[in-house]
């Protein structure tokens, strides 16, 4: 069999994130190295200003063009990668074409979505064809949902090593987060809020935290879920609700089931932000959880929708200078409690902005690592998680390379 020309080929390289996934490659592996690499996306000029942009070192950095729509383009792109990943959101406007594309060819693929619903929809419409082929499918390699999903690997390994059980029940509770929300986040929201609104199998879909899971095979009658301000003991924090959790939570779950239930069939996951403890935490929980509903609401109302579209919100390829990308930065407790009611805490932090910086980084080691360490013979076909697909190779690779810790830490 002809190996394919290139490793990774980085399609919608011209976005803001795929220019700092670029640029990322480029420092990590060079143009023309044993890694073999090629920036794509639709504009040939605008790839080349690219090129131009990331210096002399970028000279021999190859350039594909695709259009995000065009079937033969995409299929032609994906013959001649290992593994093709994408930064072109919202992927349920624009995404869909490129995942079959890869499926139908045998070629592995890694993005930044955090698109519950259209993860659904390409695991419904894909997964028998992908387990033929043999392309392994990793959605959510980003913020959305990598912390997430191997935190609670790394919590369930320290879970397993000091109780010799894993955790029946996990959560994460965000202790820091600093950094902005990306143009193409805050499209993949509008668009979701779109979606929900005209059709009531989405919203369902969203309010079900095994909703990824292969037929919903679980025993739980837990529903976890933190929707309204609450506190939590175990954090010792008041709580509000964190915007990220749907996926992030569907995706731990489909690890879980993924892995054989590893976690248990009665594992329950959720997540929430901390804003502290006393009459200070009350107040944050209050108007952290008001301000989510209110711009959800304003989301969903189309007269505020387009003011909040035209004169608030990041517009996709904006986003935040270097320097504060560099000031950014995330901090996630993780606390388990297994059956016999043994605890474990864990943490998980990131060194600069989660939705940029750290997001780039991420994808970066992601696809990397599903290209040179993850052997077919290994891992079959399929719609995977980042745990599942990737687990620990990739924990070493993050710690390594992408500013991520994971510690254990005293309950």
């Known amino acids: 069999m002809t190996q394919p020309e290139f490793d990774v080929v980085a399609f919608g390289a011209t976005s803001f994130v795929g220019r700092l996934l670029s640029r990322y490659l480029l420092g990590r592996h060079g143009a023309a190295g044993e890694f073999r690499w090629a920036i794509a996306g639709r504009s040939e000029s605008r790839l080349k200003a690219l090129r131009e942009e990331l210096g002399a070192g970028a000279t021999n950095l190859p350039i594909v063009v695709a259009d995000a729509e065009d079937e033969g383009a995409l299929g032609a792109l994906c013959a001649r990668s290992r593994v093709v990943c994408s930064t072109v ?154 915007i990220m959790a749907t996926p992030n939570v569907q995706v731990v779950h489909r690890s879980n089931a993924l892995s054989g239930y590893a976690y248990g069939r009665e594992f329950a996951y959720e997540e929430a932000v901390m804003t502290g403890r006393g009459p200070g935490g009350w107040a944050g929980a209050s108007m952290l959880s008001l301000g989510l509903g209110g711009f959800l609401s304003a989301v969903a109302f189309p007269p505020t929708r387009v003011l909040l579209e035209k004169l608030l919100l990041p517009k996709p390829g904006q986003g935040p200078s270097p320097e504060q990308q560099q ?3 995330y901090d996630l407790r993780f606390f388990g409690h297994t059956a016999d009611g043994k605890t474990m805490q864990t943490r998980v932090a990131g060194d600069c902005d989660p939705g940029y910086c750290s997001t780039a980084r991420m994808l970066g080691e992601a696809i990397a690592c599903l290209a040179l360490d993850v052997p077919r013979t290994e891992k079959a076909g399929g719609f995977w998680t980042p745990a599942t697909a990737l687990g620990d190779r990739l924990m070493q690779r993050l710690v390594a390379h992408a500013g991520l810790k994971f510690e254990a830490l005293s309950p």
């Open 327 to 329: 000031k950014g930065g």
């Open 89 to 242: 959101g919202p992927f349920a406007l624009y995404g869909s074409p490129l995942v079959k594309a890869c499926v139908e060819r045998g070629t592995d693929y890694c993005d930044i979505t955090g698109e519950a619903q259209w993860v659904a929809r390409m695991i419904a419409a894909h997964e028998a064809t992908a387990r033929k082929s043999g392309a392994r499918i990793v959605h959510c390699c980003g913020f959305d949902s990598i912390p997430s999903d191997l935190g609670v690997h790394f919590l369930q390994q320290q879970s397993l090593r000091q109780h010799g059980r894993p955790c029946v029940r996990a959560k994460m509770r965000v202790r820091r987060l600093r950094g902005y929300f990306s143009g193409g986040t805050v499209a993949s929201i509008v668009n979701f809020v779109k979606e929900a609104l005209r059709d009531p199998a989405v919203r369902k879909l969203v309010r079900d935290p095994y909703g990824m899971c292969p037929g919903r095979r679980i025993e739980s009658r837990q529903r976890p879920t933190v929707d309204m301000m609450a506190f939590d003991t175990d954090a010792r924090s008041w709580l509000a609700p964190f």
